[in-house]
T-cell receptor, first 117, second 119 residues
Framework: GAVVSQHPSWVICKSGTSVKIECRSL??????MFWYRQFPKQSLMLMAT?????????EQGVEKDKFLINHASLTLSTLTVTSAHPEDSSFYIC?????????????FGPGTRLTVL | AQKVTQAQTEISVVEKEDVTLDCVYE???????LFWYKQPPSGELVFLIR??????QNEISGRYSWNFQKSTSSFNFTITASQVVDSAVYFC????????????????FGQGTILTVHP
């Protein structure tokens, strides 16, 4: 149980286009989802926290108009990278959390590798 | 502010050697949780362990063991008799334990340690 999926697993796009990444909790309801970004050989950096039905909370330095997050249901959150540029190329990872679900209360998706040409 | 430091950027060992990955953390919270994750080349994070700030007992799980020392703010991870399949990036992470608020549940990750186990 406690599986989180991401779609797509990888995407290549042209500079200036928008890309949407989906994060789904497959067998549980996620009250909170987190979006992380990981550049090559670097750590995971939290971009934003989204709670179902409310606006996402962005970390300092993350442009909310560029990285649009929608958490419309308890099983789906989306991250849209608008007007993507090569510097947005990265590995994007989501995680989903349910209060008191289990010993490991935050479950990570497999990640989406974005390459902007 | 919370901070996690993994001073070892890369470690290279030969199979069957024991290896310890260091993790030092900083937090002002009295209640917090520490984690270790493994990230193989595929990229997916694999949860290894969670430890809360009130439980300083060391833990062993197969070839893995963890040493939590609150006095030195360290949460080190040891792999005994390492295997090639242990090759991965290992992350130590910290989360505060306060219920509610916008920061609840946020994980602060260390820089990661790249472990390479040679046959």
């Amino acid at each position: 149980g406690a599986v989180v999926s991401q779609h797509p697993s990888w995407v290549i796009c042209k500079s200036g286009t928008s890309v949407k990444i989906e994060c789904r909790s497959l067998d549980f309801q996620a009250t909170t989802m987190f979006w992380y970004r990981q550049f090559p050989k670097q750590s995971l950096m939290l971009m934003a926290t989204s709670n179902e039905g409310s606006k996402a909370t962005y970390e300092q330095g993350v442009e909310k108009d560029k990285f649009l997050i929608n958490h419309a249901s308890l099983t789906l959150s989306t991250l849209t990278v608008t007007s993507a540029h090569p510097e947005d190329s990265s590995f994007y990872i989501c995680s989903a959390r349910v209060l008191g679900l289990s010993y490991n209360e935050q479950f990570f998706g497999p990640g989406t590798r974005l390459t902007v040409l | 502010a919370q901070k996690v430091t993994q001073a070892q950027t890369e470690i290279s060992v030969v199979e069957k050697e024991d290896v310890t990955l260091d993790c030092v953390y900083e937090t002002r919270d009295t209640t917090y949780y520490l984690f270790w994750y493994k990230q193989p080349p595929s990229g997916e994070l694999v949860f290894l362990i969670r430890r809360n700030s009130f439980d300083e007992q060391n833990e062993i799980s197969g070839r893995y063991s963890w040493n939590f020392q609150k006095s030195t703010s360290s949460f080190n991870f040891t792999i005994t008799a390492s295997q090639v399949v242990d090759s991965a990036v290992y992350f130590c992470a910290l989360r505060n334990g306060l219920l509610g608020g916008t920061s609840y549940g946020k994980l602060t990750f260390g820089q990661g340690t790249i472990l390479t186990v040679h046959p």
